[in-house]
T-cell receptor, first 116, second 116 residues
Framework: AQSVTQLGSHVSVSEGALVLLRCNYS??????LFWYVQYPNQGLQLLLK??????LVKGINDFEAEFKKSETSFHLTKPSAHMSDAAEYFC??????????????FGQGTTLQVKP | EAGVTQFPSHSVIEKGQTVTLRCDPI?????LYWYRRVMGKEIKFLLH????????ESGMPNNRFLAERTGGTYSTLKVQPAELEDSGVYFC??????????????FGSGTRLTVV
C-alpha cells in the first residue's frame, strides 16, 4: 500500500531563508508525486508534480522538488522564503499502475510559518 | 473558466441531523473526486465518479454517507445522520482525464462541516 510521511507538522523560517519541507513516500510501483499548497480559506493548489521525466521538478513561485528513488524522498525547497509563502503544504502520491483511478494519498501536511 | 465550486463553504449542524454538500466540477470534467480532512489528520480519499458512475468508493467511511452524481454533472454528498466524528473539511476535485493528478486535477475550496 502507498503511504506518505511529511516530517514536521510545523516549520518556521525567517523571511529570505531557505525553505525545506520533507516528504518520504512508500510505494510498490514507481509513483507519481505531488506537492499541493493550501492558503487560508482557499482550495488546494498544485505546486509541482513528478511524473517520470526529470527528477528535479520546478514549480510555481520558485519552489522545486527532487525525486530521489534511493531515498524514497520528494522534498520541497525554495531558496528564499517570502511572507506570502505562509500556508499549509501537502505531499501526495498517486499510483501509476493500470488500476490507477487518479486517487491521491496525502501526507499529514506541514504548516509553514514565515517570520519577518 | 469557472473552477470547482463547493457549497456551502461552512455548515454547522447538530448530531443526528442530515447535511448535504454539493460540488460543481469544471464543465466537461468527467472525473469527480471527494476527499475529507478530519481535524489534525491527513486528507483522505472518499470516492471517485466517472460521469454518473461510482468508479471507486473504497474510502467511504460507512453507510451514513451517500454520494450521487445525477446526470454526470454536479455531485452531492449526504451525511445522514451526522455524528461528531464527521466534522472536518470536505474537498471536491475534478479532472478531464482518468489519470487525474498526472495532469493536475483542480480542487474546490472545501466545505467545513462542524457537527455539535
Amino acid at each position: 500500500a502507498q503511504s506518505v510521511t511529511q516530517l514536521g507538522s510545523h516549520v518556521s523560517v525567517s523571511e529570505g531563508a531557505l525553505v525545506l519541507l520533507r516528504c518520504n513516500y512508500s510505494s510498490s510501483v514507481p509513483p507519481y508525486l505531488f506537492w499541493y499548497v493550501q492558503y487560508p480559506n482557499q482550495g488546494l493548489q498544485l505546486l509541482l508534480k513528478y511524473t517520470s521525466a526529470a527528477t528535479l521538478v520546478k514549480g510555481i513561485n520558485d519552489f522545486e522538488a527532487e525525486f530521489k528513488k534511493s531515498e524514497t524522498s520528494f522534498h520541497l525547497t525554495k531558496p528564499s522564503a517570502h511572507m506570502s509563502d505562509a500556508a499549509e503544504y501537502f505531499c501526495a502520491v498517486s499510483d501509476r499502475g493500470s488500476s490507477n483511478t487518479g486517487k491521491l494519498i496525502f501526507g499529514q501536511g506541514t504548516t509553514l510559518q514565515v517570520k519577518p | 473558466e469557472a473552477g470547482v465550486t463547493q457549497f456551502p463553504s461552512h455548515s454547522v449542524i447538530e448530531k443526528g441531523q442530515t447535511v448535504t454538500l454539493r460540488c460543481d466540477p469544471i464543465s466537461g470534467h468527467d472525473n469527480l473526486y471527494w476527499y475529507r480532512r478530519v481535524m489534525g489528520k491527513e486528507i483522505k480519499f472518499l470516492l471517485h465518479f466517472v460521469k454518473e458512475s461510482k468508479q471507486d468508493e473504497s474510502g467511504m467511511p460507512n453507510n451514513r454517507f451517500l454520494a450521487e452524481r445525477t446526470g454526470g454533472t454536479y455531485s452531492t454528498l449526504k451525511v445522514q445522520p451526522a455524528e461528531l466524528e464527521d466534522s472536518g473539511v470536505y474537498f471536491c476535485a475534478s479532472s478531464q482525464d482518468s489519470g487525474g493528478p498526472r495532469y493536475g486535477y483542480t480542487f474546490g475550496s472545501g466545505t467545513r462541516l462542524t457537527v455539535v
